[in-house]
T-cell receptor
Framework: GENVEQHPSTLSVQEGDSAVIKCTYSDSASNYFPWYKQELGKRPQLIID?????GEKKDQRIAVTLNKTAKHFSLHITETQPEDSAVYFC??????????????FGSGTRLSIRP | DVKVTQSSRYLVKRTGEKVFLECVQD?????MFWYRQDPGLGLRLIYFSYDVKMKEKGDIPEGYSVSREKKERFSLILESASTNQTSMYLC?????????????FGPGTRLTVL
């Protein structure tokens, strides 16, 4: 089945610097790659997503890149701020052409922004 | 706004009790999911359902069962609760089809089994 690996598990960056989280997936049929942010005590919420027909997508300070050949995608956060501190999950769709399609999550990255 | 609601935010049960966790979504989504979240272990899929009365096992189904009698409601059942089932339980829903996008999560139920 689909497997999504995420690195690093923890990341600490100085406020104002950039943060990069990387993921790889195993199922070449996957066609949807969302990123979720979970703040302490809250539910995971979608922050950005990308489909397999697009190589890059940007929304203000966050961007996601996708390399289908390498089965690799990354989240980039620029000009980090204290409110960016959270756990981030990457994910990939599994069995996207099946009625039993589901999203497989990576293990999460705890991002801390140092003042 | 999609709303996914869960019946309880906090629940305390005793070992051996039968426990029901309820989840309701209001966006007519085909797919519904139950995860448990433990520190350092991410989001682990217990069961999911892609249609009424249809279910599939996730990664950690042992000790759990589910029920989906209506499209908007997905229940997680712990037949005989054990202390190792103490965890945060998250429900989620998502539309169907190949163009399906965002998965929406409920607020979570923190279950403690004594």
């Amino acid at each position: 089945g689909e497997n999504v690996e995420q690195h690093p598990s923890t990341l600490s960056v100085q406020e104002g610097d950039s943060a990069v989280i990387k993921c790889t997936y195993s199922d070449s049929a996957s066609n949807y790659f969302p990123w979720y942010k979970q703040e302490l005590g809250k539910r995971p919420q979608l922050i950005i997503d990308i489909r397999s027909n697009v190589g890059e997508k940007k929304d203000q300070r966050i961007a996601v890149t996708l390399n289908k050949t390498a089965k690799h995608f990354s989240l980039h956060i620029t000009e980090t701020q204290p409110e960016d501190s959270a756990v981030y999950f990457c994910a990939a769709s599994h069995k996207p052409y099946s009625s039993a399609s589901k999203i497989i999550f990576g293990s999460g990255t705890r991002l801390s922004i140092r003042p | 706004d999609v709303k996914v609601t869960q019946s309880s935010r906090y629940l305390v049960k005793r070992t051996g009790e039968k426990v029901f966790l309820e989840c309701v979504q209001d966006m007519d989504h085909e797919n519904m999911f139950w995860y448990r979240q433990d520190p350092g272990l991410g989001l682990r899929l217990i069961y999911f359902s892609y249609d009424v009365k249809m279910k599939e096992k996730g990664d950690i189904p042992e000790g759990y069962s589910v029920s989906r009698e209506k499209k908007e409601r997905f229940s997680l059942i712990l037949e005989s609760a054990s202390t190792n089932q103490t965890s945060m339980y998250l429900c989620a829903s998502r539309g169907g089809g190949t163009g399906a996008g965002e998965q929406f999560f409920g607020p979570g139920t923190r279950l403690t089994v004594l």
